[in-house]
Every structure is written in C-alpha cells, then in structure tokens.
C-alpha cells in the first residue's frame, strides 16, 4: 500500500493534490493557514497522526507526516539534532516554513538546547519541486542505516489514506464509503450528507 500510495500521489498534479488538501481541511473543520510564503493545509485523526501540506508560493511543496506511535517519532525522544537531520535534503526556503515557527496541533516544536532554536517534529519529511515529489535525502539516509521502513514507519500510508490519491475522489464516493462504515441511520440521513459533501466541493473548485 505504501509504495502504490506514493506512486498515486507522485503521478497527482500538484493542482488536484491541493484541492483534495482543502476538501479534507474542510471535512475536518481544521482552518487553512497563510504562513510566510506559503498556504498550509492539515488533517489530523485526533489521536496522533497527521498530516501537514505547506504549498510555497513559487510552485513548491513540503510534505510532513506523523505517526506517534512508530520508530519515527523523535518528540518521544526529544532529539533536535536527529530531527532536523530529517529535512536534509529539502530546500532550505521550505525548511524554513518549518523553522523556528509556532507550534501548532499538526506539530509540535523540538528545541536545540544550544541554541533555543525550534523546529517542527515529523516522522515523514517529502518535498515536491515543482515537478515531482521527492523523499527527504537525511529521512532516507537514516531509515536505509536503522532498516526503518520509511513509508509506514512515517506515516505516510495511513496519514494520506484520507485523499484517496489514485482513487476517485467525489461526494459520492466518500458518502458510500460512510454509508459501509455504518454512518447513517437512514437512507434521508444519507441523502442530506451527500448535499453537505457537494457543498463542500463546490466550495473547493
């Protein structure tokens, strides 16, 4: 699942990734957030994992995942250095999104006890230049060393499982998926969701 997911999302115009970012900001009741030079978008499942999109204003994209419950997760461990080893690699204009910034639900800051420096904890670091996505080269270095199975130690299966990427992404398709799951009493239930969800789409292009 994990490598058909980056595939799926590596074949994803950088467009339709951001428009599935809004939708599922917009599903999820999480606020999209202007940063310095960038547009963020999240998705959390209240229990741990997230998911964070800084789209750069000059076509460039960072990635973060977080699974707290993996080898990935470095906040545990308080360890800066190890982390920001993580976002090798990665343009420092968009590390800098990441770079002493306030913490917010997504992510957390770990703290250079030298320096008092911040940056963001993330299990999965990934980075789109424009025209494809890459992963993180300190990211890949350390989990090639430690034989850490980077897709699902990071999160990035789970946490992008949400957007359905080399999938069908429409109100119809989510409101199915809700109805399996067990979600509506009724089949009027259903249908005043699947207005809301058009809704929601609508708003998103």
């Known amino acids: 699942m994990s490598d058909v997911t980056w595939d799926a999302l590596a074949a994803t115009p950088l467009l339709e990734v951001r428009r599935r970012a809004a939708v599922v900001d917009d599903l999820t009741g999480i606020e ?7 547009h963020r978008s999240a998705w959390n499942d209240g229990g741990g994992q997230s998911a964070v999109w800084y789209f750069a204003e000059d076509g460039r994209a960072l990635l973060l995942t977080f699974d707290h419950e993996s080898e990935l997760n470095l ?12 976002y090798e690699g990665v343009p420092e204009p968009l590390v800098t999104l990441v770079r002493d910034r306030p913490e917010n639900y997504e992510s957390l ?9 911040t940056i963001h904890y993330a299990g999965g670091v990934f980075w789109y230049d424009g025209t494809r996505w890459h992963v ?58 699947l207005s809301a969800l058009h809704e929601v789409f609508a708003r998103h292009g």
């Open 32 to 38: 999209p957030v202007r940063v310095p030079g960038a």
């Open 75 to 86: 906040y545990a461990e308080d360890d800066f250095a190890l982390q920001e080893s993580f």
């Open 109 to 117: 800051n770990l703290t250079d006890p030298a320096t008092g420096r």
């Open 136 to 193: 993180a080269d300190g990211l890949a270095e350390y989990c090639r060393e430690e034989g850490v199975d980077l897709f699902d130690e990071s999160g990035f299966a789970y946490c992008l499982a949400v957007y359905r990427f080399g999938q069908d992404f429409a109100p119809e398709t989510l409101a199915a998926l809700r109805d399996a799951n067990g979600r509506y009493g009724d089949e009027k239930e259903k249908e005043a969701d």
